[in-house]
């Protein structure tokens, strides 16, 4: 079966830091991977995915995540935090073995980026 | 362009009643997925409609849960005899394609209240 993990309830981080927000899966078969973010009272929005292909993969608003196959890891990074990077972050993976397309998420890491 | 639209965004309601909650997908797109948001379960996927059709339905908690897709884009998710437990926030999703690779637009949701 398809998981995913997020070790981290909460990240802090002074603003103008770089930031990282964990995530590991387990699938069977290839995974697809993708970051999301919720801010209060609104939908999912799509940060980023890797499919295939190189292992760093570059998203919306100057996030960045890291595939590692070995570590089953998909940790979200970026270089310099900003106070409006504060929200909630969900990872999710698809793919893998009968998956119709549908997500599984992680339990989400809230991101507090202090001033 | 016009994004995936839900309503009622708010919707409470008394135990027992029926509800129906409706989502309209960005036009195009073929896949439709519905997740509930809630604060012990997390993000859960119900269902997934390719098309008019449902592939999977694994996610339908119970037989009070249904959903219909028609003409290939409006989809309603009905729960009828509701109980506190299905208090969340309803959450549909739109993908270009049915496949695991495409990133899911989401809708800002309906947040279900059952007294």
């Known amino acids: 079966a398809q998981s995913v993990a997020q070790p981290e309830d909460q990240v802090n981080v002074a603003e103008g830091n770089p930031l990282t927000v964990k995530c590991t899966y387990s699938v069977s078969g290839n995974p697809y991977l993708f970051w999301y973010v919720q801010y209060p009272n609104r939908g999912l929005q799509f940060l980023l995915k890797?499919?295939?292909?190189?292992?760093l993969v570059k998203g919306s608003y100057g996030f960045e995540a890291e595939f590692n196959k070995s570590q089953t890891s998909f940790h979200l990074k970026k270089p310099s935090a900003l106070v409006s990077d504060s929200a909630l972050y969900f990872c999710a993976v698809g793919g893998g073995s009968g998956n119709t397309g549908k997500l599984i998420f992680g339990q989400g890491t809230t991101l507090q980026v202090k001033p | 362009g016009a994004g995936v639209s839900q309503s009622p965004s708010n919707k409470v309601t008394e135990k027992g009643k029926d509800v129906e909650l409706r989502c309209d997908p960005i036009?195009?797109?073929?896949?439709l997925y519905w997740y509930r948001q809630s604060l012990g379960q997390g993000l859960e996927f119900l269902i997934y409609?390719?098309?008019?059709?449902?592939?999977?339905k694994s996610g339908l908690p119970s037989d009070r849960f249904s959903a219909e897709r028609t003409g290939g884009s409006v989809s309603t998710l009905t729960i009828q005899r509701t109980q506190q437990e299905d208090s969340a926030v309803y959450l549909c999703?739109?993908?270009?394609?049915?496949?695991?690779?495409?990133?899911?637009?989401f809708g800002d949701g309906t947040r279900l209240s059952i007294l």
């Open positions: 409609f390719q098309g008019n059709s449902a592939p999977d």
């Open positions: 890797y499919i295939t292909g190189d292992n």
């Open positions: 999703a739109s993908s270009l394609g049915g496949g695991a690779n495409q990133p899911q637009h």
């Open positions: 036009s195009g797109h073929t896949a």
